[in-house]
């Protein structure tokens, strides 16, 4: 198993012990794996559309790096658009992943992900997202789960921790082109979820690949199509990520 400093670990579940609240439209389902000395640019896309409602669109840009063989670090620029604005600089968000297993060491890759977003607007104080990174491949077929808590500090508003999810299953195909499904949720408190009528499910079909450009260059992308399963999640939702691996 790989070894990660537990400080840093132990200190991200000590401050986690925010009202329910959509996903943004440019959420991605995030992977395990960590390849050191990587370096990353990518785009992600995303716009989600309920009766009723004015849409809103989400994106972001970012930069990341594999610093060690069980951490990659990356830093994005979010923006968004809602409520028929113009688009505006959302938040700085920095993310942490950490690759605890070796793929195919046990019956689970296992990886560990902390999040810290600063919000544009200070109000809003900041959020720290923390959970486990869950895969498995059953031949071509791989699944992954990510259980995952949401907490805001220092916020105007009442602070609660949160519980969601991400979920991914894709049909390795061939590099180029492989397809599956997708999903996300929201259910509220950790320990006392919302009603079910309250709660924001999404879920549809998705594709994925990988195009090498030679050398270390690699260029992966994913798009998806989702669908409300809750009837207060988004009736639909386009989402698609770009990255330029190198």
């Known amino acids: 198993m790989r070894r990660v400093p537990q400080c840093l670990i132990a200190a991200a579940l000590a401050s986690v012990p925010a009202l ?67 688009t505006r600089f959302d938040a700085f968000e920095w993310e942490n992943k950490f690759q605890l297993t070796e793929p195919g ?15 544009h607007e200070r109000a809003e104080g900041y959020e720290l997202r923390i959970g486990p990174l869950l895969q498995k491949d059953f031949g071509q077929i791989q699944v992954n789960f990510n259980p995952l808590l949401e907490r805001r500090f220092h916020s105007d508003e009442p602070q609660t921790t949160e519980f969601g999810y991400q979920w991914q299953i894709k049909y390795r195909w061939r590099p180029e082109f492989e397809f599956g499904a997708q999903g996300f949720g929201e259910v509220g408190k950790w320990n006392d979820w919302s009603p079910g009528r309250e709660q924001e499910h999404i ?44």
């Not at 959420?27 to 992600?44: C, K, Q, S, T």
């Not at 990988?210 to 988004?234: H, I, W």
Request: aromatic content about 16%; charged content about 20%.
């Open 20 to 86: 329910v609240h959509a996903a943004d439209p440019d959420e991605y389902v995030v992977m395990p794996g960590v390849e050191y000395g990587e370096r990353e640019i990518e785009l992600r896309l995303g716009t989600a559309t309920k009766s009723g409602e004015p849409r809103e669109s989400a994106g972001s840009f970012a930069f990341g790096y594999g610093a060690t063989t069980w951490w990659f670090t990356e830093v994005y620029a979010k923006f968004n658009r809602e409520n028929g604005q113009s």
């Open 105 to 119: 060491q046990y019956f689970l890759d296992l990886g560990f992900l902390v999040e810290i977003e600063f919000p």
């Open 203 to 246: 879920l549809g079909p998705a594709i994925f690949g990988k195009l090498a450009l030679g050398g270390r260059n690699v260029l992966r992308y994913n798009a998806a199509v989702l669908f409300n399963a809750s009837s207060a999640a988004p009736d639909h939702t386009l989402r698609a990520q770009l990255e330029y691996e190198f």
